[in-house]
């Protein structure tokens, strides 16, 4: 009997904002009862120093181990939960903090699901907020960059605001938003951190990953997005799934690189085997919803039968509209048959 689904991710850095209603209102507007609650750590690895310990020699560190890379999780269980919880996971230059209340105090995504009764799960992923614990060294430097976040989580073009920008714009509240920015305790590694949340949510996973990694900097990995597609090159990636055959059902996960999938996602279509197989196509962006592009996804995985029933939600929604998400997504669900 084959597994229904598996899912394959592209690495990308999703960004969450605020959230919508009056600057004024303040957190925990419909009251909630918290049948449980807690926090744990999942994934991550243990090295070892070189030598042999010596007790005696508390601070010579050899044969020392040191467990990190883990991600952080915060739960909670309302009474009468649903079936089904709610996992969040920040974006660059975020943590958890982005799930809770918003920089002027309203009801972030943490109370908003949990008020309509789903499980909770706030996460920090590796090598960052409550999970700082990593295994890799890396030289943190106070450099002075709060203008460069107003920007990229498109409020507007600092000191300017965006028209219609649905964000609050007095002082106090553009300060607690400066003051959530969280940085890096170690690299950046997407697959670091898809194997802590592969442990969370007990799945099986895949990442796409180039041979040849993409930079850090985001205008830099960008410009290469662009020049690949104007080329339409295949840009080489590690691997293969071992057991795709064990799977009917394969979800494809994937960032809208220049209104079109990566070129390395039709890589990955075009050197598997998705015969018979159903795709289900999922897309986040910063602005754009799915394209269009994703009727290609048939073209490049012979066989494959391409739900047309996509998911691809815009970043100015995730900003400004929280409710029409969560709209969007059950009504999504259970128009493809995967929620009640």
């Known amino acids: 009997m084959k597994r229904r689904f598996k899912s394959y991710s592209f690495a990308l850095l999703a960004m969450a904002a605020f959230c919508a209603g009056t600057p004024q209102a303040s957190a925990w507007e419909r009251p909630v009862t918290i049948e449980g609650q807690g926090s744990f750590m999942a994934g991550g ?28 999780v915060f739960w909670q ?17 975020q943590s958890a903090k982005t799930w809770e209340t918003t920089p002027d105090g309203r009801d972030g995504f943490q109370n908003i699901f949990l008020s309509k009764g789903y499980p909770v799960y706030l996460v920090d992923e590796p090598r960052r907020g409550k999970a700082g614990r990593s295994t890799v060294p890396m030289h943190l430097t106070a450099q002075p960059d709060d203008q460069l976040w107003f920007n990229t989580f498109r409020i507007g073009e600092w000191p300017n605001y965006y028209d219609n920008v ?23 590694d997407p697959a670091v951190v898809a194997d802590a949340i592969a442990k969370i949510a007990g799945a099986d996973k895949f990442e796409i990953k180039t041979v040849k990694a993409y930079p850090q900097a985001y205008r830099e990995t960008t410009d290469i997005a662009k020049k690949e597609q104007q080329d339409n090159a295949r840009p080489e990636i590690v691997g293969k799934p071992e057991n795709l055959k064990d799977y009917d059902t394969v979800f494809l996960g994937y ?33 754009s919803y799915m394209t269009g592009k994703e009727s290609r996804i048939a073209e490049h995985a012979k066989g494959a039968t391409v739900l047309n029933k996509g998911l691809g939600l815009p970043g100015r929604m995730s900003q400004d509209d929280p409710k029409a998400v969560k709209s969007e997504v059950e009504k999504w669900l ?3 048959g995967y929620a009640k």
């Open 334 to 336: 259970k128009e493809i």
């Open 45 to 72: 690895k243990t090295v070892t120093a070189p030598g042999s310990y010596d007790g005696a020699k508390p601070t010579d560190f050899a044969g020392h181990t040191l467990h990190g890379d883990h991600a952080y």
């Open 166 to 188: 649905a964000v609050p714009k007095d002082k106090e509240s553009l300060s607690q938003f400066f003051h959530q920015m969280t940085p890096d305790t170690g690299a950046f």
């Open 255 to 287: 960032p809208i690189w220049w209104s079109d999938l990566p070129m390395a996602v039709y890589t990955f279509l075009e050197n598997n085997d998705f015969n018979g197989k159903t795709i289900v196509p999922f897309c986040t962006s910063a602005g």
């Open 77 to 93: 269980n309302p009474v009468k939960a649903k079936k089904y919880g709610m996992v969040f996971l920040h974006g660059y230059g």
